[in-house]
């Protein structure tokens, strides 16, 4: 079985400054791991995905993820937030031979003008 | 490319009664799977599709059921509603060639059934 902890609940962040949202996992398998971004009373969104190979994964908006294997973490980073990024993030995780996500509680991100 | 679809937007029902939620996947996936998502919480999963059989099972119990259909769309069934069953409904889809660790197992969200339960 898989479990996902997201560090944070809430995050305010001025515009244009940088922001990490922190998603650690638990697995005794392989995994699979992802960022999805929900905007209000909307559906998921994949921002980015870690299948394998390169540990620094660039998605969608300008984020970007690192897989860290020893730390059992996978933070998301931004370097400069717009006011547009303000959503809720999810980390999720999916192991080997399940087919299911595994999603952490989710981090609240708000930009202030 | 069209995403993945889901009806109704909202549905208002009241507990004790049965409500039939539908998805359709992109075009070309054969995997669907369903989510609950309660508010401040993340989505928890409830079942998975492929190719009209079940292939996983959350957590959850027996009034909630499933089925696939052959162009692939599919229909999550809660019985006997409880307050407690309102919630966000999400429904995601994959290619779904196998279990294992594949690009192919990437599972893309519809924007989800808004149920309320009175």
């Known amino acids: 079985a898989q479990s996902v902890t997201q560090l944070d609940s809430q995050v305010p962040v001025f515009e244009e400054a940088p922001v990490e949202l922190r998603c650690n996992y638990s697995?005794?398998?392989?995994?699979?791991l992802f960022w999805y971004v929900q905007y209000p009373n909307q559906g998921l969104q994949l921002l980015l995905k870690?299948?394998?190979?390169?540990?620094l994964v660039k998605g969608i908006n300008g984020f970007e993820a690192e897989f860290n294997k020893s730390q059992t973490s996978f933070h998301l980073r931004k370097p400069s937030v717009h006011i547009s990024d303000t959503a809720e993030y999810f980390c999720?995780?999916?192991?080997?031979?399940?087919?299911?996500?595994?999603f952490g509680k989710g981090t609240k991100l708000s930009v202030i003008p | 490319d069209a995403g993945v679809t889901q009806s109704p937007t909202h549905l208002i029902k009241t507990r004790g009664q049965q409500v039939t939620l539908r998805c359709s996947p992109i075009?070309?996936?054969?995997?669907v799977s369903w989510y609950q998502q309660v508010l401040g919480q993340g989505p928890q999963f409830i079942f998975q599709?492929?190719?009209?059989?079940?292939?996983g099972r959350g957590n959850f119990p027996d009034r909630f059921s499933a089925r696939q259909f052959p162009n692939y769309s599919s229909e999550l069934n809660v019985n006997a509603l409880l307050l407690g069953d309102s919630a966000l409904y999400l429904c995601?889809?994959?290619?779904?060639?196998?279990?294992?660790?594949?690009?192919?197992?990437?599972?893309?969200f519809g924007p989800g059934t808004r149920l309320t339960v009175l």
């Open positions: 995601a889809s994959s290619f779904g060639t196998s279990g294992g660790l594949q690009d192919t197992d990437t599972q893309y």
């Open positions: 697995s005794s398998v392989s995994v699979y």
């Open positions: 870690y299948l394998s190979g390169s540990t």
């Open positions: 999720a995780v999916r192991g080997a031979g399940s087919y299911q996500l595994t």
């Open positions: 075009s070309g996936h054969k995997s």
């Open positions: 599709y492929y190719e009209k059989e079940e292939r």
